[in-house]
């Protein structure tokens, strides 16, 4: 399985950003969004089970981030919503072969290369 994040970049506070995160279209059990600040652990944000009927959020994003896959061209995405400065990182999108929707970076076997946003004014 491959991952390609795209979308990343330099967005004021309170504005939006939608990241993409486009597979090889190996089936996976679930899928999901982490990020890593400098000096930091990577963190959970956001993860769906493969059907897209589970879904979980870090509570730190919840009711700001969407998950959300399109299924037909095989890409994840995260809407990003009244960004603020503490989301800037790097994001990271993740799948995992077997298993339920998970928080834990120890469950996804796939990783794509990262992808920087920055919120700043």
């Known amino acids: 399985v491959q991952l390609q994040a795209s979308g990343g970049g330099v967005v004021q506070p309170g504005g939006s950003l939608r990241l993409s995160c486009k597979d090889s279209?190996?089936?996976?059990?679930?899928v999901g969004w982490f990020r890593q600040t400098t000096g930091k652990e990577r963190e959970f944000v956001a993860a769906m089970s493969w059907r897209g009927d589970r879904l979980k959020y870090a509570d730190a994003v919840k009711g700001r981030f969407r998950i959300s896959r399109d299924n037909r061209d095989n890409t994840v995405y995260l809407q990003m919503n009244s960004l603020k400065p503490e989301d800037t990182a790097v994001y990271y999108c993740a799948a995992g072969r077997w298993g339920p929707v998970s928080d834990k970076t120890s469950d996804f076997d796939y990783w794509g290369q990262g992808t920087l946003i920055t919120v700043s004014s």
């Open positions: 279209g190996y089936i996976v059990s679930r």
